[in-house]
Antibody, heavy 120, light 107 residues
Framework: QVQLVESGGGVVQPGKSLTLSCAASGFAFGSYNLHWVRQPPGKGLEWIALSSYDVSVKSYADSVKGRFTVYRDTSNDTLFLQMDGLRPEDTAVFYCARGYPSGPPYLDHWGRGTLVTVSS | DIQMTQSPSSVSASVGDRVTITCRAS??????LAWYQQKPGKAPKLLIS???NLETGVPSRFSGSGSGTEFSLTINSLQPEDFATYYC?????????FGPGTVVDIK
């Protein structure tokens, strides 16, 4: 079955960097767009990044553009989110999610999320 | 960017009630709309795509409708497991913003 497992969260100081991982299994990794979505504690969902199935397209929300980088390791079916210059407002649960195979960002499978806390 | 709004922000209802949530897009998104359900401490779950297509395994008491800029999610005969937060999301273009959510809680 489809599985997405995030890891790498933790407590980090403002201005520092952190890289999240999302290990995928149960589907053809190279055939699907993958997304990162975050949720601050007690708040709603915020889409933050897309990695297209063929890695040709990377898109970011304005709130993270220039600070976050999404990339894939296709040999290990893993999606990454490199986060630089972290701010307290980046504190959130970060989810990776799979998009529909045809491309539209209907997110049909999600991981359980990993919590990132940015605090001094 | 296409922005999404939802109303109400919360609704209190009883088991067996019918609940309708409205979602509006800031511009025409045709039928490029999804609905998600999220329970506390859990990841969101895709319920409906293309405004009205139920995902596999989603009970038929859930239904979606609308096109253009106005959409709705209806839950007929609310069940105990339906108490959750519901989000709409536009899927017409990147960034695929979510609405702010609607909490359905027990009256």
């Amino acid at each position: 079955q489809v599985q997405l497992v995030e890891s790498g969260g933790g407590v980090v100081q403002p201005g520092k960097s952190l890289t999240l991982s999302c290990a995928a299994s149960g589907f053809a990794f190279g055939s699907y767009n993958l997304h990162w979505v975050r949720q601050p504690p007690g708040k709603g969902l915020e889409w933050i990044a897309l990695s297209s199935y063929d890695v040709s397209v990377k898109s970011y929300a304005d709130s993270v553009k220039g600070r976050f980088t999404v990339y894939r390791d296709t040999s290990n079916d893993t999606l990454f989110l490199q986060m630089d210059g972290l701010r307290p407002e980046d504190t959130a649960v970060f989810y990776c999610a799979r998009g529909y195979p045809s491309g539209p960002p209907y997110l049909d499978h999600w991981g359980r999320g990993t919590l990132v806390t940015v605090s001094s | 960017d296409i922005q999404m709004t939802q109303s109400p922000s919360s609704v209190s209802a009883s088991v067996g009630d019918r609940v309708t949530i409205t979602c509006r897009a800031s511009q025409n998104i045709n039928r490029w709309l999804a609905w998600y359900q999220q329970k506390p401490g859990k990841a969101p779950k895709l319920l409906i795509s293309v405004a009205s297509n139920l995902e596999t395994g989603v009970p038929s008491r859930f239904s979606g409708s609308g096109s253009g800029t106005e959409f709705s999610l209806t839950i007929n005969s609310l069940q105990p497991e339906d108490f959750a937060t519901y989000y709409c999301q536009q899927a017409k273009s990147v960034p695929p913003h979510f609405g702010p959510g609607t909490v359905v809680d027990i009256k």
